[in-house]
């Protein structure tokens, strides 16, 4: 269990360009989300995979949010036309169930700064 | 929908003595509640979790949370801090589905 990974750890952008975040998740971990914290505040869900399968989107995912999963194993958010709202962490987290109750694995997150 | 409060933004207490984070929930069901705890540049980690069983819920490092229906309030408790226990707390409710909906968090100091 070498735990779930994020990359970049840092991202600094100017506003307008596109980003894009890593996540690789435990191995043999069928779920994996996407959080976003912001300062003083606790994590957002904005979206969530079962194996390649985007399950459920927050309403906080606009259409310049997208994530894929495309082999059911590492995942990928960009953010398209970016804005300084953006500027926040993006947590990834995986777990392995189907109850909605299992133990989720945060990476440290990546953080995102938009000038 | 489901939400949690945190009733307290920030805690203090000394070395050795009882800690207490207050969380109260609303659920238009019975809830499945977490507690999430972030240190500084660590990933958050799980503390324990209420999934209807026993309303006395035992977790790591001595914490512990006791559901109370009547009173919606899952409060995290600890007989005696340690300074590695100062963090981020967080209180957490799981929305229909499985999306976890976080509280604002707890910020727990210890002082020697």
């Known amino acids: 269990d070498t735990g779930v990974s994020q990359n970049p750890r840092h991202k600094i952008t100017k506003r307008g360009q596109n980003v894009t975040f890593r996540c690789d998740p435990i191995s043999e971990h069928n779920r994996l989300y996407w959080y976003r914290q912001t300062l003083g505040q606790g994590p957002e869900f904005l979206t969530y995979f079962q194996n390649e399968a985007q399950l459920e989107k927050s309403r906080l995912l606009s259409d310049r949010f997208s994530a894929e999963r495309p082999k059911g194993s590492f995942s990928t958010l960009e953010i398209q036309r970016t804005e300084q709202g953006d500027s926040a962490m993006y947590l990834c987290a995986s777990s392995f169930g189907g109850t909605g109750d299992e133990k989720l694995f945060f990476g440290s997150g990546t953080q995102l700064s938009v000038l | 929908a489901q939400s949690v409060t945190q009733l307290d933004s920030h805690v203090s207490v000394s070395e050795g003595t009882p800690v207490l984070l207050r969380c109260n929930y609303s659920?238009?069901?019975?809830?499945?509640l977490f507690w999430y705890v972030q240190h500084p540049n660590k990933g958050l980690q799980l503390l324990l979790k209420?999934?209807?069983?026993?309303?006395l819920v035992k977790g790591i490092n001595g914490f512990e949370a006791e559901f109370k229906k009547s009173e919606t309030s899952f409060h995290l408790t600890k007989p005696s801090a340690h300074m590695s226990d100062a963090a981020e707390y967080f209180c957490v409710v799981r929305q229909a589905g499985t999306a976890l909906i976080f509280g604002k968090g707890t910020t727990l100091s210890v002082s020697s």
């Open positions: 209420y999934t209807s069983a026993a309303t």
């Open positions: 659920s238009s069901y019975s809830p499945s």
